[in-house]
């Protein structure tokens, strides 16, 4: 035999579908977006946490971009002029060193 609601149970349990039903559809259409775009969507049990896992691989993204800028600005500085070899080390310690802080940065989590 079920058990007799009291109306504010029975709103209480509506209300709680409701929120379910809605966070498993916005939850899928946030997860296609992220697919869409290339973007995994992790282990996100959550829109919560699709939106987490989305943060973290757009600044990843933007780390790796910033360092292969600085490794193609440098690189192309290195070609526009003659150095001595001293110089020419030193230049392409600079490129190495540039772009493996900027990509450091994101292992620091």
């Known amino acids: 035999m079920s058990k007799i609601l009291t109306v504010a149970e029975w ?13 498993s559809g916005l939850r899928e259409t946030v997860a296609e977006w992220m697919i869409e775009r290339g973007y995994a969507t992790g282990h996100g ?19 790796e971009a910033c360092a292969k ?5 440098l690189r192309d ?7 001595p070899i001293q110089e020419e080390v030193m230049l392409l310690a ?12 994101g292992e620091s989590k």
């Open 11 to 23: 709103e209480a349990s509506v209300a709680e579908a409701w929120s379910k039903a809605i966070e």
């Open 45 to 63: 049990d959550t829109v919560e946490d699709l939106l987490k896992e989305l943060e973290w691989q757009i600044r990843e993204r933007e780390r």
């Open 69 to 73: 800028a600085c490794e193609e600005n």
């Open 77 to 83: 500085e290195y070609l526009r002029q003659a150095r």
């Open 94 to 105: 600079a490129i190495a060193d540039c772009a493996a802080a900027i990509r450091a940065r």
